[in-house]
């Protein structure tokens, strides 16, 4: 069981900068591929970003490649996602996941509540 609570989100002008964080309890924290996905209202969630257990392997979405960056520390059992030159279309509420390395919704199992990311034109 992983238990996930996402946190750095908040209101930003366009071109600015946020860090969400997500810090999972459990000690298999580690073993898990961690990603983030992002839902806009009446839209369907989307994939953000994913890195794999070890961190290794990273991977990023189109739309957000070369301004997002997804890392972790297992030491402190936290996955971080650096967004950069943030656009208004990044408006949504922000997922941290756990689970199988991957881009869909049914690759993982542990799901945050969530953090608001609101960008201001």
């Known amino acids: 069981q992983v238990q996930l609570v996402e946190s750095g989100g908040g209101l930003v002008q366009a071109g600015g900068s946020l860090r969400l964080s997500c810090a999972a309890s459990g000690r298999t924290f580690s073993t898990y591929a961690m990603a983030w996905f992002r839902q806009a209202p009446r839209k369907e969630r989307e994939f953000v970003a994913s890195?794999?257990?070890?961190?290794?392997?990273?991977y990023h979405a189109d739309s957000v490649k070369g301004r997002f960056t997804i890392s972790r520390d297992n030491a402190k059992n936290t996955v971080y996602l650096q967004m950069n030159s943030l656009k208004p279309e990044d408006t949504a509420v922000y997922y941290c996941?756990?689970?199988?390395?991957?881009?869909?919704?049914?690759?993982?199992?542990?799901w945050g509540q969530g953090t608001q990311v609101t960008v201001s034109s």
């Open positions: 890195i794999s257990w070890g961190g290794g392997m990273t």
């Open positions: 996941a756990a689970g199988n390395y991957g881009s869909t919704v049914r690759d993982y199992r542990y």
